[in-house]
């Protein structure tokens, strides 16, 4: 069975890093791009992050240019997100998840992930 687990969300103070990573099993998962999401309370989810399958080509939502990077180790069937220079607004829950095509759209990924949640205080 296809399942994706992401960890290492936690409580942060603004300024501050974190480091999120996916677990991705079931799958081809070199074969796959990966994306990150988020999604604040009673708000839409938001494209972060995509990386191509090799991991030579990323794109990043216009929010989090600059501070955060993504990241892949197709050898742990792993892909990363670091989050630097936190900001409040950067508080919501984080989805990683795989699609068979370049995307920034959530309808294009067809695994998902069951979200770690970041907290960003100030």
Known sequence: QV???????????????????????GLSFS????????????????FV????RGGASTTYGDSVKGRFTIFRDNAKNTVYLQMNVLKAEDTAVYYCAAAWTSSHNT?????????????VSS
Do not use: N, P
């Not at 992401?6 to 991705?24: D, I, K, T």
């Not at 992050?49 to 191509?52: C, D, V």
């Not at 990924?109 to 970041?118: M, N």
């Open 49 to 52: 992050a995509a990386i191509s």
């Open 31 to 46: 074969s796959c791009v990966m994306g990150w999401f988020r999604q604040a309370h009673g708000k839409e989810r938001e």
């Open 107 to 119: 309808q294009d990924y067809g695994y998902w992930g069951q979200g770690t949640r970041v907290t």
């Open 3 to 25: 399942q994706l687990v992401e960890s290492g969300g936690g409580l942060v103070q603004a300024g501050g890093s974190l480091r999120l990573s996916c677990a991705a099993s």
